[in-house]
């Protein structure tokens, strides 16, 4: 049995390791995390509720948040949630589900100062995220400004060898070749002068 037959990484998916990931596995991992900060931002309002009922329970009425301050709450808890889950893990749970890791330029993890700008650029310009349908490397407006990228990468960075968690390659999707065009063509081949001469 070799190294390769023991790796929990699934064999149909073993060809994609390391390889960038496209729009709609992220869409995917990203309506994960947002019904996860949903389920934050409900369990800060119950809080929120339960601090108001023990301070005044006679008095009790149910908070009523502003629609800006809701904003500025929901920014906030997406941007530490972001930043927390890239820097500890390079990945969130969203991304966890879908076999997927935010990594740096060359398959380093991220520093604190960069999963928190990334955050913040995710959070405030959420639609960057569509760049990655025109990338030919698969990478949204935040990756290309912070040279950062997504990959499938399924192994759980957890306990064992820390060489068989180092930080996986960076492979570049296949730029497909347009059939067609003349440097595409092969010239025809010269077999020197033909009987007639």
């Given at each position: 049995?070799?190294?390769a037959?023991?790796?929990?990484?699934?064999?149909?998916?073993?060809?994609?390791?390391?390889?960038?990931?496209?729009?709609?596995?992220?869409?995917?991992?990203?309506?994960?995390?947002?019904?996860?900060?949903?389920?934050?931002?409900?369990?800060?309002?119950?809080?929120?509720?339960?601090?108001?009922?023990?301070?005044?329970?006679?008095?009790?009425?149910?908070?009523d948040?502003?629609?800006?301050?809701?904003m500025?709450?929901?920014?906030?808890?997406?941007?530490?949630?972001?930043?927390?889950?890239?820097?500890?893990?390079?990945?969130?749970?969203?991304?966890?589900?879908?076999?997927?890791?935010?990594?740096?330029?060359?398959?380093q993890?991220?520093?604190?100062?960069?999963?928190?700008?990334?955050?913040?650029?995710?959070?405030?310009?959420?639609?960057?995220?569509?760049?990655?349908?025109?990338?030919?490397?698969?990478?949204?407006?935040?990756?290309?400004?912070?040279?950062t990228?997504?990959?499938?990468?399924?192994?759980?960075?957890?306990?064992?060898?820390?060489?068989a968690?180092?930080?996986?390659?960076?492979?570049?999707?296949?730029?497909?070749?347009?059939?067609?065009?003349?440097?595409?063509?092969?010239?025809?081949?010269?077999?020197?002068?033909?009987?007639?001469?």
């Open positions: 049995m070799t190294d037959d023991l790796t929990p990484i699934p064999r149909e998916v073993r060809p994609y390791q390391g390889v960038a990931a496209g729009l709609v596995t992220r869409l995917v991992a990203n309506t994960i995390d947002a019904a996860v900060v949903a389920v934050m931002l409900v369990g800060c309002y119950l809080g929120l509720v339960g601090v108001v009922f023990f301070l005044d329970p006679r008095g009790f009425s149910l908070p948040p502003s629609f800006l301050g809701s500025v709450v929901i920014l906030c808890l997406l941007v530490v949630y972001l930043t927390l889950a890239w820097w500890g893990a390079g990945r969130t749970y969203g991304d966890h589900v879908m076999g997927l890791r935010v990594v740096g330029g060359r398959g993890r991220l520093g604190f100062i960069r999963s928190a700008l990334r955050a913040v650029f995710c959070a405030s310009f959420p639609i960057g995220l569509f760049w990655c349908a025109w990338s030919p490397w698969r990478r949204s407006l935040q990756d290309s400004v912070l040279r990228q997504v990959i499938y990468d399924w192994r759980t960075g957890g306990g064992g060898d820390p060489r968690v180092a930080d996986p390659p960076v492979r570049q999707p296949e730029t497909p070749q347009v059939v067609g065009h003349t440097e595409d063509r092969a010239a025809p081949a010269d077999h020197g002068p033909g009987p007639a001469d």
